[in-house]
């Protein structure tokens, strides 16, 4: 079970965020979240019209990563409203059971007041905390600006490049940055 303990931080702003596991009864905020991320049509590589998942389909999503220790599920909660959201999945592969792959997002209007750092301390403790995991990794969009910023503040470094991976409905063409950090003790 990837559980954590709730955790309340003060944000720039002065606010408190509450960060801590999103239970099935969260879903529908979870899926109106991802809509609004996905509308931006920027850094992600679903579009809108292509995430189909129902409430259901959350539901069991929210409780896989409750079920199982690999994976760890957080949300950030502003004045009880969702502002940011993170994955972590461990692979299942035995060969490839001490990396994780990990995603995260936050709200459009509490951006820049530190809701993602608080969400990358709490995975990379937790991370660090994991009797398997060694390294985290993700993929970033070469042109998604504040996300690098935020990979590189928390020492991810580039383990890769997909040159052109992602073609946008204009036709213009961006590269995939692949990031990874160690988190052994
Ligand atoms: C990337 C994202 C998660 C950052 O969330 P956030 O809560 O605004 O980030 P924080 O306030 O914690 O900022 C952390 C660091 O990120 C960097 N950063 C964040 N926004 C930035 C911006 N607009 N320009 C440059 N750097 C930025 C800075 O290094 C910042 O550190 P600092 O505050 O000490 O300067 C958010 O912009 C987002 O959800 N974007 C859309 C979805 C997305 O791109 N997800 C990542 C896909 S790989």
């Not at 999503?61 to 502003?78: F, V, Y």
């Not at 999945?89 to 459009?108: G, I, N």
């Not at 991370?127 to 020492?155: I, M, Q, S």
């Amino acid at each position: 079970m990837a559980v954590i303990p709730e955790q309340i931080h003060q944000i720039k702003d002065g606010s408190e965020v509450v960060i801590g596991n999103p239970d099935p009864d969260d879903a529908q905020a979870l899926l109106d979240g991802t809509k609004v991320i996905l509308k931006e049509d920027a850094f992600n590589v679903l579009t809108l019209e292509e995430f189909t998942k129902t409430v259901e389909e959350e539901k069991q999503w929210i409780q896989e990563h409750l079920d199982d220790s690999g994976k760890l599920l957080l949300a950030a909660k502003r004045a009880g409203l969702l502002a940011g959201l993170l994955g972590v999945a461990q692979y299942p592969q035995k060969r490839r059971r001490h990396v994780a792959m990990m995603h995260l997002s936050v709200q459009p209007d509490v951006r820049r007041l530190g809701i993602a750092s608080a969400l990358m301390q709490t995975a990379i403790d937790w991370a660090t905390r994991h009797p398997e995991l060694e390294k985290l990794t993700l993929a970033v969009f070469a042109d998604n600006v504040p996300a690098l910023g935020l990979y590189r503040k928390f020492r991810f470094w580039e383990e890769g490049r997909r040159p052109r991976e992602i073609k946008r409905a204009c036709g213009r063409y961006c590269d995939d940055i692949l990031m990874y950090r160690n988190v052994t003790t």
